[in-house]
């Protein structure tokens, strides 16, 4: 956090919006980055950004400027990306991750053509599949959790205090959803 | 033997807690908990040997200026004056600036008490300023309870949204921290008792401070508050670990309150 986020925060505050680009643009592209860990697509990545630039821009008059700006707007995303989660497996509640149900395939055939090697894109495809097929086991916390603390190295505590939740309750989430991922992982195997 | 709880367990395996080396004693020792040690670890190497980390799609360089245009006609500009401070709220603020000029005018009264007292005698100006300190000590506490009445209430979102007082008890419990603040700050008196209160990193300012802008949230919402928006407050502002901050200071503020009488009975006894 540099002085000058700290005058573009404060210009902003003075009733410039223009000021917030340059935090726009610095932070889009982290922002994005964790977006996609957690739900897994493109497009819903870019709603999540964007969701999260304008609720910062909200709340900026409660942003407290000892705090670093890149934080305080990640943890932002990754709540925006939990509720996002969350609304889509509500949305997909007829979705039994615990059956054969042709889930698998379906997600294969939503995959976009990424116009590689035929043999390479099958194989790519099919992992692709597998991997979120078995997130998809997970709930939204669970998910975000696991992405969190695997994937973007953050600790228990970390990611505690961006989702609001004592560190117990993440480290039961990560290890749950460790677990469902490991079976669902060795039932795709034992398929093919 | 007591086995290890999957708490301890997933600490281990994350490297995480402060009981590491009596984990590994245990470890060695217990057969049943090794093995459940071991099925943990196993599923860990299982999920990151899986690559579960799905390649990251690119984005170019201009995403950022893409993505500032896509909210940028959505942003009204902030008003330099806060809305808690709008034409409705100026008679509230009036009281509340009557109150807190009431504290400073009691807390000048026995300040200039206390400088007459230390030149009549140590004792006199002990019993002066626990009188000094018990007023705001007094007056600081019924804030810190209300607050913490407020925050506790958030724990349950859709009850808290029910009640029609909240928004407005979080706009007056606003109003009165910036002024206890302010006076925090510019006070000598405050910073007695502060100096007196603090317990390592736990202070008073630091609690009115993370305090101030959750009670902006929920005071400036314009659309009311709620389940869904009292539960983002919640989680992205932690209030969960501010209510225990503030439950940890309330308790140190009664302990100087019993030690602070109690010396000052001591000291009457003395004479």
């Not at chain 2, 004056?81 to 000048?108: D, E, H, N, P, Y």
């Not at chain 2, 002024?179 to 603090?198: E, G, K, M, N, P």
């Amino acid at each position: 956090m540099g002085l000058n986020e700290h005058s573009a925060i404060g210009a902003v505050l003075s009733g410039d919006t223009e000021a917030y680009r340059a935090l726009v643009i610095r932070h889009s592209p982290a922002l994005f980055r964790v977006a996609f860990r957690i739900t897994g697509n493109e497009a819903d990545a870019d709603e999540v950004v964007q969701e999260a630039l304008l609720r910062g821009y909200q709340r900026l008059p409660s942003f407290q400027f000892r705090a670093a700006f890149g934080t305080w707007i990640y943890r932002i995303a990754v709540n925006c990306a939990f509720d996002l989660v969350q609304k889509r497996g509500a949305d997909q509640q007829h979705f039994n991750p615990g059956n054969s149900d042709g889930g698998e395939e379906r997600l294969l055939a939503q995959l976009p053509d990424a116009g590689v090697g035929p043999e390479r894109l099958l194989l790519s495809k099919e992992m692709a599949a597998h991997q979120q097929f078995a997130m998809r086991a997970l709930t939204a916390l669970e998910r975000t959790a696991f992405v969190l603390r695997h994937v973007d190295g953050q600790s228990t505590t970390e990611i505690g205090e961006a989702l609001g939740i004592a560190p117990n309750a993440v480290k039961q989430a990560v290890f749950r959803a460790v677990q469902k991922l490991r079976q669902r992982l060795m039932s795709l195997r034992g398929s093919l | 033997m007591n086995h290890l709880t999957e708490e301890q367990l997933i600490d281990y395996q994350y490297d995480e807690g402060t009981e590491r080396v009596e984990i590994e004693q245990h470890l060695r020792e217990c057969a049943e908990c090794s093995a459940l040690a071991q099925k943990m670890a196993h599923d860990l190497s299982e999920i990151e040997a899986a690559g579960l980390n799905t390649p990251m799609p690119e984005r170019d360089s201009a995403y950022g200026e893409r993505m500032w245009q896509s909210v940028r006609s959505s942003l009204t500009p902030h008003r330099v004056t806060s809305r808690a401070f709008s034409f409705g709220w100026k008679w509230k603020l009036g009281l509340a600036l009557a109150g807190a000029a009431a504290v400073l005018t009691v807390v000048a009264f026995y300040s200039g008490r206390l400088w007459e007292q230390k030149r009549a005698g140590d004792i006199a100006a002990i019993n002066a300023h626990a009188s000094q300190q018990n007023v705001i000590l007094f007056v600081i506490s019924d804030h810190l309870d209300r607050s913490q009445r407020l925050l506790a209430e958030l724990n349950d979102p859709d009850v808290a949204a029910k009640d029609p007082a909240l928004q407005e008890n979080a706009r007056e419990l606003l109003t009165e921290n910036r002024l206890y603040r302010q006076s925090a700050s510019h006070s000598a008196a405050f910073r007695d008792v502060r100096q007196a209160t603090i317990v390592q990193d736990t202070s008073l300012k630091s609690i009115l401070d993370k305090l101030e802008p959750v009670l902006v949230e929920l005071a400036n919402q314009p659309d009311g508050l709620d389940s869904k928006e009292i539960l983002r407050v919640r989680r992205e502002m932690n209030t969960g670990s501010l209510l225990f901050e503030i439950h940890v200071l309330r308790g140190k503020v009664s302990n100087e309150q019993t030690s602070e009488s109690a010396a000052q009975k001591s000291g009457n006894g003395l004479i």
